[in-house]
């Protein structure tokens, strides 16, 4: 059966079937007749104030669920503003769907009014992207978008839409299938490399589990959790991959990294197996790569092939999808378990290390530590809320000390660092998760890169709870200037911060100012409860760095564990 109907009806139609509850964006010109469509269906547009922010609420979304995300921006401008959050998707591989508005077909190339090459634009910062020539190619091209983006190795995929193929009379028919000759995921991983993975597993005596976001991507969780308990090793997650195995966990060490724990960066440099499941061996973790886990054999499982051996090369590589990866080789470990594991010089080393040089929150009788303010998060979380972060000093904190029970909770601009998304993916999220209590802890920084959000923060009611990590600086390019640079703090001060309880009061809710650390708890616990939104600026001690910190281009076990310390005078 089929049925005529708009390019725009049918792009709605389309997003039904595919399940979407709502989605983020801004109109214009050539997206009119989408708008226009949308008056009368039940899908829920969120307007946001900025299509960046519509890219990273999508992401929110995506984060949060698992389910494909979706933005919406209008030609020229509107879609240029989207491409810091494809960027963003395609470098944590997250599934985004964004549909831009695009000029009249015959005018394109022809510098028209808001007339921007999308398609060229995008193409380097999408997993695909698509420009629709005909009314009729919309359902096939827009369900494939779906598949595409949400299939494999996620990703950002980017459907361009010309204003008369909005406007345009087409016969719409649900798409039932989907073959892509050119695209191909690979999932079951070969048997003969899983079965070699078991062998060394049981062979070394100092195995180590890199556990990343792809654990989480793949929804791979109950497998890993098996699978470190079968092999009884220590594992990290990485930053991206946060909550994949509960923070509680007893192999569970911390993050790894440049700002990860002695106890990660010392096991993974004294590993004789690393385990790398659904990472990049990105740089942020491994350091100077030559020295990274160097007396280590590694086995390296990934659904995309183009990360096995990108930075290290893998002497068991594995190419599948790693939930699934991880079921057989549980099931062959399970069955071929030696009578006694004894790991009791390893697990001694690794509590060792653990002891030497925790990761414990600092406190102060005069001023708020940030680190207090991350210790009072985690325990009003419990390891249950959704907590977002933007970049920086604040991020890193909250990486080391806020713990996450449970996948999806944790959600950070982890590859690009992108300031300003904090804000926008806490919407996202708390759309996804209404039933969830979402935080999302800022920089002033970032914040003020974000404050149009407030205003669908409250046009939406949204009960988030924006907590400001308030240091008067840009704190991390801070950090660098006074470590790196001699102190010489250069364009870091952030001198002007509008008063919390006033701008909040613009919007219509609550907000406040705290700096002694007799009133932060009181002040949290008072944002929670309060039904709606809440702004909390949380004044911090300006000048702490964030540790343990490996300096750029150095070894991950030549950790700086804190402050230099001051010079003796006698
Ligand atoms: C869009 C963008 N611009 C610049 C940077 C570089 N950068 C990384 S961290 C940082 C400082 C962030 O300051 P703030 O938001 O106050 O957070 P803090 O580090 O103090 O916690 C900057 C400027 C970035 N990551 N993203």
Redesign the pocket.
Known sequence: MSNLMSGAKMLLECLAQEGVDCFFGYPGGVTLPFYDALYDHHIRHVLVRHEENAAFAAEGYARATGKVGVCCATSGPGATNLV?GLVDAMMDSIPIVALTGQVTSKLIGSDAFQEADTFGITRSCTKHNYMVKKVDELPQILHEAFYIASSGRPGPVLVDIPKDVFQGQGHYQPVTSIHLPGYKVFTEGHIGQIRRAAQLIWESERPFVYAGGGIIAGDACAELREFVELIDAPAVNTLMGLGALPSHHPNFISMPGMHGSYAANMGMTHADLLIALGVRFDDRVTGRLAAFAPHARVIHVDIDPAEIGKNRAADVPIVGDVKRVLSKLNHLLSETRPHALVRKSWWEQIRGWQQQHPLIPVFSDTEIKPQHLMAEIDRLSGGQAIVTA??????MWAAQLVRFNEPRLWINSGGL????FGLPSAIGAQFARPDKLVFAI??????Q?SIPELATIASYGLPIKIVV?N?G???????WQELFYNNRLSAVA?DCFPDAEKLAGAYGFKGRTVEKPQELSPALEEAVREAGPYLLNVKVSPCESVYPMVPAGGAINEMVLGPPQPVGVN
């Open positions: 810091t933007d970049v920086g000093q604040h991020q660092g992108a300031m300003g800022v920089g002033d920084g970032g914040f890169m990590m240091n600086y840009l704190g991390m390019v801070r950090q952030l």
